[in-house]
C-alpha cells in the first residue's frame, strides 16, 4: 500500500443506536489529505432541525452524506437524498456517485 492514497472515507454517522462520531476532527484530517468523507446517515435525516441534537454530517465537514428519508423522517415510501458539500467531490461526476449508492443498496439488501 505504499505511495498509494485513499479514494474516500466512508463512515455511519449515527449508528442504528444513535451514537454519533465525532465527523468534524474526521472530515479535518480527511481533508488534510485531499480525501473525501462520505457519510452514511441514514438514521440522521433529523439532525440540524433543533439545536439541542447533535450537528449534522455537512454541518460537521462531510462532502457526501446519503439520508433515509424513511427511517426518522415522513416519506410515503422506502426513499433516500444524496447531500453534496465542499468541493472535493466533483459535482459533475455526482451522477456516478448516485448510480454507485444504488448499486451498493441492491447488493446490501440481496
Not at 2 to 17: C, D, L, M, N
Not at 26 to 40: A, N, Q, T, Y
Amino acid at each position: 500500500m505504499e505511495g498509494r492514497k485513499a479514494a474516500a472515507v466512508f463512515i455511519t454517522s449515527p449508528t442504528y443506536h444513535g451514537i454519533c462520531s465525532n465527523l468534524t476532527e474526521i472530515s479535518e484530517l480527511c481533508h488534510s489529505h485531499g480525501i473525501p468523507l462520505i457519510v452514511d446517515e441514514a438514521h440522521g435525516a433529523h439532525l440540524g432541525f433543533h439545536p439541542q441534537l447533535p450537528n449534522s454530517a455537512l454541518q460537521q465537514g462531510a462532502d457526501l452524506a446519503v439520508q433515509s428519508t424513511h427511517k426518522v423522517l415522513c416519506s410515503l415510501t422506502q426513499s433516500s437524498m444524496l447531500h453534496m458539500s465542499g468541493n472535493i467531490v466533483d459535482s459533475e461526476r455526482s451522477v456516478d456517485v448516485s448510480k454507485l449508492f444504488r448499486a451498493l443498496a441492491l447488493v446490501i439488501y440481496f
